[in-house]
């Protein structure tokens, strides 16, 4: 088994613990949700401790796992959706961090748009801040997954988007929050920014054009 580089570890525990202050002082992790992780090399990734307060992690609340999901040098027990963020590197090798959070943006949104399973956000500059758009003229359509506490079944509903083919760079899960991922910290905090502004815009017009607006075509 590769080594883990102490340094890396440390550097990556440093850059997930100040995100999850700054994220808890948004009031983004409430009630010790949300969970985060980085990438550590092919194999393995640090990611935080199930059931802590992860707006004051200090970097002995973060851990190492194998992209199976499996504790490596410790019997911490790692974040209770640990699956959905090695899912992630392993599908995307160039993903370097994953946040999740539980905003009550976010939270709103995946109700409200359960039904429909995705929201379809065009047209606003903002999308300009995912990697790899260019244009607010594009079209980046964010899936709602129904929750489930059996992380396999939301492994598998992510799969399945990825496997027919459609583009992925966050998704919601009904009544629980966002994933969304980038190459390091810094781009995955871009996205994760961008994501919460544009679904806030979105239940902004939802509640200015009244309830109609959820009828509205695409
Ligand atoms: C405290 S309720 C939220 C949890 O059930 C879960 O969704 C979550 O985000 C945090 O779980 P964790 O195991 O601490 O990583
Ligand atoms: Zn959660």
């Given amino acids: 088994m590769q080594s883990i580089d102490r340094v890396q570890l440390e550097s990556c525990a440093r850059q997930i613990a100040d995100a ?21 090399d092919a194999g393995h990734a640090a990611v935080t401790i199930s059931g802590r307060d992860k707006g004051r992690l200090d970097i002995d609340d973060i851990m190492v796992v194998d992209l199976e999901g499996r504790a490596v040098g410790t019997d911490a027990r790692p974040s209770a959706e640990t699956a959905l963020h090695t899912q992630l590197y392993r599908r995307f090798p160039g993903a370097g961090a994953v946040l999740h959070t539980h905003s009550r943006t976010q939270t709103v949104a995946s109700r409200l748009f359960a ?4 929201i379809r956000l065009e047209g606003w500059e903002l999308q300009k801040a995912i990697a790899g758009t260019t244009t607010h003229e594009s079209v980046l359509d964010v899936p709602v ?11 598998r509903a ?30 995955t905090r871009r996205h994760l920014e961008a994501f919460e502004f544009l679904l806030g815009c979105e239940l902004d017009l939802l509640r200015l054009r009244g309830e109609s607006g959820l009828q509205r075509p695409f």
């Fill in 115 to 118: 039904g429909r399973g995705v």
């Fill in 158 to 187: 992510v799969d399945a988007w990825l496997d027919a083919g459609k583009p992925l760079h966050g998704y919601l899960i009904d009544g629980h929050g966002i994933y969304t991922w980038g190459r390091d910290m810094p781009e």
């Fill in 145 to 155: 997954f129904p929750n489930a506490q059996d992380m396999s079944v939301l492994v």
């Fill in 20 to 40: 999850g202050r700054e994220l808890g002082a948004l009031g983004w992790t409430p009630a010790t949700s949300s969970n985060f992780s980085m990438r550590l």
